[in-house]
T-cell receptor, first 113, second 115 residues
Framework: AQSVAQPEDQVNVAEGNPLTVKCTYSVSGNPYLFWYVQYPNRGLQFLLK??????LVKGSYGFEAEFNKSQTSFHLKKPSALVSDSALYFC???????????FGTGTRLQVFP | DADVTQTPRNRITKTGKRIMLECSQT?????MYWYRQDPGLGLRLIYYSFDVKDINKGEISDGYSVSRQAQAKFSLSLESAIPNQTALYFC??????????????FGPGTRLTVL
């Protein structure tokens, strides 16, 4: 069965420090991988995606993610966190040939001043 | 994303009532989706539609029905609401033919409370 795991319910980081939000997946075949962010009282906003090619993907707001096929991971990273990055982050996977996203349970990122 | 709107944004109703949540989009996308979000469970797919004549069940369709009235409109109905349908509901769209294919665009959500 296809699944996505976000092992951390919450990640706390000080402003200016690097941040990592973890995501691992289990799918058959080659996946499409996504990160979305949800700010309070807002819908999900697309951050970045991996489809093919370079394993390091750059997205919105200075975020990037690295696709690691051997570890089946797609961790979200940012070199220097901002307080405004505080939000709920979702990893999602879609297998080729389907149009359905499977979401992780979300990780709340809290950036402290 | 302002191109995907949902009405109402908040709704409180009673057990047994029929409820309709509406989604409209101006993106011109053929594909539309309904998800529900529950704390600790992420988003789960309820129904999806590839075009006006193509509607498919997602992983948790029991207790829900949908109607695709036009390319731009996709409604979700709860025929007889029950308390465990209390959740945040999201509509989303995608366009498989565009340069940003594979990406889904979400509305702002509808918070539904069933008493």
């Amino acid at each position: 069965a296809q699944s996505v795991a976000q092992p951390e319910d919450q990640v706390n980081v000080a402003e200016g420090n690097p941040l990592t939000v973890k995501c691992t997946y289990s799918v058959s075949g080659n996946p499409y991988l996504f990160w979305y962010v949800q700010y309070p009282n807002r819908g999900l906003q697309f951050l970045l995606k991996y489809i093919t090619g370079d394993n390091l993907v750059k997205g919105s707001y200075g975020f990037e993610a690295e696709f690691n096929k051997s570890q089946t991971s797609f961790h979200l990273k940012k070199p220097s966190a901002l307080v405004s990055d505080s939000a709920l982050y979702f990893c999602a996977v879609r297998t080729r040939g389907t149009d359905k996203l499977i979401f992780g349970t979300g990780t709340r990122l809290q950036v402290f001043p | 994303d302002a191109d995907v709107t949902q009405t109402p944004r908040n709704r409180i109703t009673k057990t047994g009532k029929r409820i309709m949540l509406e989604c409209s989009q101006t993106k011109g996308h053929d594909r539309m989706y309904w998800y529900r979000q529950d704390p600790g469970l992420g988003l789960r797919l309820i129904y999806y539609s590839f075009d006006v004549k193509d509607i498919n069940k997602g992983e948790i369709s029991d207790g829900y029905s949908v109607s695709r009235q036009a390319q731009a409109k996709f409604s979700l109905s709860l025929e007889s609401a029950i308390p465990n349908q209390t959740a945040l509901y999201f509509c989303a769209t995608s366009d498989p033919t565009s340069g940003r294919q594979h990406t889904q665009y979400f509305g702002p959500g509808t918070r539904l409370t069933v008493l």
